[in-house]
C-alpha cells in the first residue's frame, strides 16, 4: 500500500505526541511501547519503523515537546504580561493538576537521572533553553548573574511544580504553589526587574 507524500512524518509526530503525554502522565519507566502504539492507532511493529528503542523515543519526545514549551515560554515573557505571567502560570492549579499537557521537566526531572548520558543531554539541553529564555528578561547588570538567577528561578519553579503534584491535600499544595510563586517573583525583584 502507497502512503501519501507526508504520511511516515505524520504518523512519526501522533507516535511522539501521544508517548509525550503519557510520559508525563505515567513516567516513562511506566509506559510501554504496546500502549504508546495502540492510543496512536498503530501496531507494535510499526514502532520501529520510526525509533531504534524506547530510548530513541524518549529523547525526541525532549527534541519536540521541549520546542513547544521554549515557544510557550518566549511568547508568555514576549507578551505584556511577561514573566511574572508565565511563572503564575507554571505555577498555578492547572499546571499542576495537567502534567499530561504540561512541562515535561517538572514531570519526568528525577526519573531522567536514571537514564542514559544521551537523554539526559537532550533534557538537560531543553532545560538551559528554557532558562537562558528566563535570563534574557532579567534586568541584571552581569550576565553570570543573570544566569545564575534564571536557574535559581527555573529550579524553584520546577521543584514547587513536582512538590505540589505530590502533596494529596490540596490546601496545602495550593499553599505550596503561592509561596512558590511569592519566592520567584522575589528572585526576579518584582515587575521593575523583568523587561
Known amino acids: 500500500m502507497r502512503y501519501d507524500k507526508g504520511h511516515k512524518d505524520a504518523t512519526r509526530r501522533r507516535i511522539i505526541d501521544v508517548a509525550s503525554r503519557q510520559f508525563r502522565e505515567q513516567g516513562v519507566a511506566a509506559v510501554g511501547i504496546a500502549a504508546i502504539m495502540t ?7 510499526a514502532f520501529y519503523a520510526h525509533f531504534g528503542s524506547k530510548e530513541d523515543l524518549v529523547r525526541e519526545v525532549f527534541s519536540n515537546t521541549g520546542s513547544k514549551r521554549n515557544d510557550m515560554w518566549q511568547a508568555a515573557t514576549e507578551s505584556s504580561v511577561g514573566l511574572e505571567s508565565a511563572i503564575r502560570g507554571y505555577l498555578s492549579p492547572g499546571h499542576r493538576d495537567n502534567p499530561g499537557w504540561g512541562c515535561p521537566i517538572s514531570a519526568l526531572v528525577a526519573e531522567i537521572a536514571r537514564h542514559p548520558k544521551a537523554t539526559r543531554r537532550a533534557f538537560a539541553g531543553k532545560m538551559t533553553d528554557i532558562i ?12 553570570s548573574e543573570r544566569w545564575r538567577k534564571a536557574v535559581a528561578i527555573y529550579g524553584l519553579m520546577v521543584g514547587t511544580l513536582q512538590l505540589a503534584r505530590a ?4 490546601r496545602l499544595s495550593e499553599e505550596v504553589l503561592q509561596s512558590g510563586v511569592t519566592a520567584a517573583l522575589a528572585l526576579i525583584g518584582g515587575s521593575e526587574a523583568v523587561r
Not at 167 to 170: M, Q, R, V
Open 39 to 45: 492510543e496512536a492507532g498503530l501496531t507494535n511493529g
Open 167 to 170: 502533596i494529596d491535600d490540596k
Open 132 to 143: 537562558a529564555l528566563i535570563a534574557t528578561h532579567l534586568h541584571v547588570e552581569a550576565e
